[in-house]
């Protein structure tokens, strides 16, 4: 099969629901992915933040291979090994106290407003549900994680969306406590904001949020599906920040690859959620916790630094480029905003994409680079080339 071949079968039958790039891709090694056509590319996206270890991981792919060949599948009414291992080390190495395991980030969040909400009704009574999230936010395509998203591009189509969200400026601390009133139980936020741009929240701002929330009995949720599982150089973002959230939900790359996603209570609220409350088919899925199991046994503090060094190079490198489009660059590790000017974001992605090398956009004006976390020095180096040679007016 070709690629042409490829894309007309795709898309005869499956819905429009993207706008995909013309590149149909086959297999891959390390950080560099082959098209149907057998052309390389370099990898700066990871799918989009999910294949965490790169392509063709020998211990990732031994652990799926033997998971699934030992027990691919048992419902929720019974135990197995892969998930509880992981349990543990996801909570040993947080400090929160237990976890939910589900399938993608949108469920993930879900799960953490169905938790805050239960939390609050358990406590205060009824009136207490509201949920306060931020401008330039995204938190799923669910109807409530749309409706949680603060952007108002989400809130079309589909009405009517869940009630019970407000969104504030992030950054203004004000603007958050007058809109966190006796009926807020819960305030949702990513600490990078991932899709609107790569937009790192500001250290003392985030402490007052922290210190807030904990003096009104409001819940601080994380949402780390973008910057959690080793992202921003350490296993959470939330750990570079200084503070103990009740909630964070993760997915993305955890599992790198397999669907897999969940949530972090910490003591506060960990056993608001009992029999009956929540439920999901597949989550904690022994191949997917298997496979996030050599995702986290990878990340160790030298393979963490790694990262924060691979992150601190890249950016080093594009600022020595000197490069007319290049405004700003921002970020945290190998989660790395450039913010372009005088040329579209997605002009350059598709650029990119006829060069050999697949990226993102994130926001109006960012291009983001969320390369594998295992990717080499050198096929950085590829990739770089091949950016400057693009960005050349
Ligand atoms: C991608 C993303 C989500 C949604 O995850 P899905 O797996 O697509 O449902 C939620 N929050 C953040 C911060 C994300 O980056």
Not at 45 to 62: K, T
Not at 323 to 348: C, F, T, W
């Amino acid at each position: 099969m070709t690629n042409k071949d490829l894309i007309h079968l795709h898309d005869q039958h499956i819905m429009g629901t993207y706008g995909r790039f013309p590149i149909a891709l086959s297999h891959g090694k390390g950080a560099t992915l082959y098209d149907f056509d057998g052309k390389a590319y370099i990898d700066f996206a990871s799918g989009i933040g999910v294949n965490s270890l790169g392509y063709g991981n020998e211990a990732w792919v031994r652990a799926v291979a033997e998971q699934a060949a030992r027990l691919g599948h048992v419902s929720n009414l019974y135990y197995t090994e892969p998930a509880a291992r992981l349990a543990e080390a996801l909570c040993r190495r947080t400090g929160m106290d237990k976890v939910f395991f589900a399938n993608s980030g949108a469920e993930s969040n879900e799960g953490l407003i169905k938790l805050a909400r239960k939390y609050s009704h358990d406590k205060y009574g009824p009136e207490r549900s509201q949920i306060v999230t931020l401008h330039q936010s995204f938190h799923g395509r669910t109807i409530s994680t749309l409706a949680a998203t603060g952007q108002d591009v989400f809130h079309n189509h589909f009405f009517p969306f869940t009630e019970g969200f407000v969104h504030v400026p992030a950054g203004d601390i004000d603007a958050l406590k007058t809109a966190a009133g006796t009926g807020t139980c819960a305030v949702l936020l990513e600490l990078i904001q991932g899709e609107g741009g790569v937009l790192p929240l500001d250290k003392v701002y985030v402490a007052e949020v922290a210190a807030f929330c904990k003096a009104q009995d409001i819940l601080l949720l994380i949402d780390e599906v973008q910057t959690g599982i080793g992202r921003t150089g350490s296993l959470f973002a939330f750990q570079q920040y200084g503070i103990t959230p009740d909630g964070v939900s993760f997915a993305k790359g955890i599992a790198g690859g397999v669907p897999f996603g969940g949530f972090l209570a910490a003591e506060t609220c960990s056993t608001v959620l009992g029999p009956g409350t929540h439920a999901t088919t597949f989550g904690g899925n022994p191949i997917g916790a298997a496979a996030a199991g050599v995702v986290l046994d990878t990340l160790t503090d030298e393979t963490l630094r790694e990262i924060t060094d691979k992150g601190r190079y890249i950016q080093e490198q594009i600022l020595s480029m000197q490069n007319p489009y290049v405004a700003e660059i921002r970020g945290l590790g190998l989660m790395i905003g450039i913010i372009l000017q005088d040329i579209s974001h997605k002009e350059v992605v598709g650029k990119l994409g006829d060069a050999g090398v697949l990226a993102l956009t994130a926001g109006s004006e960012t291009l983001r680079l969320l390369p594998p976390l295992t990717i080499s020095y050198a096929e950085i180096d590829t990739g770089l080339a091949i950016l400057q040679s693009v960005l050349t007016p």
